[in-house]
């Protein structure tokens, strides 16, 4: 099992920008495939975006690509997830995700080890 703490998380205007990290502990950072979901108030938890073993390999929900930024840093056992452009709909609470992963691959589910959350709100 690996644990996993998400910050960086707050309130920002329309059309501005947060990164967000997630710090990983406990296994081998490098073996696992690692995403990013949401959940917004009312909602299911959603997928955002997932990242490959080297960070190679990246895909993204439709509703945030060519904003959002996934990547990792595997010295740091550090994820990321660059946001920009935000807009009022990605308010939600944004957890990071881990799992055991084959290398070249890139996943959207089956996650086993998740973080507690970050809330990000996006103001009008």
């Known amino acids: 099992q690996v644990q996993l703490v998400e910050s960086g998380g707050g309130l920002v205007q329309a059309g501005g920008s947060l990164r967000l990290s997630c710090a990983a502990s406990?296994?081998?950072?490098?073996?696992?495939?690692m995403g990013w979901f949401r959940q917004a108030p009312g909602k299911e938890r959603e997928f955002v975006a997932a990242?490959?073993?080297?960070?190679?390999?990246?895909v993204y929900a439709d509703s945030v690509k060519g904003r959002f930024t996934i990547s990792r840093d595997n010295a740091k056992a550090t994820l990321y997830l660059q946001m920009s452009s935000l807009k009022p709909e990605d308010t939600a609470v944004y957890y990071c995700?881990?799992?055991?992963?084959?290398?070249?691959?890139?996943?959207?589910?089956?996650?086993?080890?998740w973080g507690q959350g970050t809330q990000v709100t996006v103001a009008s």
């Open positions: 995700a881990a799992r055991p992963l084959g290398p070249g691959l890139v996943v959207t589910g089956g996650y086993s080890d």
């Open positions: 406990g296994r081998t950072f490098s073996r696992y495939g």
């Open positions: 990242i490959s073993l080297s960070g190679g390999r990246t």
